[in-house]
């Protein structure tokens, strides 16, 4: 008898949107004598608590400071960010342009960033399209 591989893609589709996230962990182990791993931390953001206005179809940017984290990942409830992924340079600066979408609304926005150990930190903020 045939085997059939299950595609991981169609369970992935399946799930519902609200209620549930998908983690990967991979653990390090480390010796007594190294530091422990730390996540990466955000020096410099956009204030999280204020909520910007954005012209339907316009771009915000956002500048961040995150010493230690290699990449920048855009995710959002909607409208689009420029990239997926943003490399961060040495110094840890970054910019990442949100694109607000052609309907108005409430939109929420999110920055994770992420270092090359597996540590992250994720940076959260509120558009109003209008």
Do not use: C, H
């Amino acid at each position: 008898p045939q085997r059939k591989l299950l595609d991981p893609l169609d369970w992935l589709q399946k799930l519902p949107q609200d209620g549930v996230s998908l983690v990967s962990w991979f653990p390090n182990v480390t010796e007594d004598t190294e530091d422990p791993l730390v996540n990466p931390l955000i020096e410099v953001a956009p204030d999280a608590e204020v909520v910007r206005e954005v012209a339907v179809d316009k771009s915000l940017v956002l500048d961040f400071v995150v010493p230690g984290a290699e990449t920048a990942w855009g995710y959002t409830t909607g409208g689009g960010f420029r990239r997926p992924s943003e490399d961060i340079a040495s110094t840890g600066e970054v910019s990442v342009e949100w694109f607000a979408p052609s309907k108005t609304g409430e939109e929420v926005l999110y920055v994770v960033f992420v270092n090359d150990l597996g540590g992250t930190v994720v940076w959260r903020g509120e558009a109003t399209v209008r």
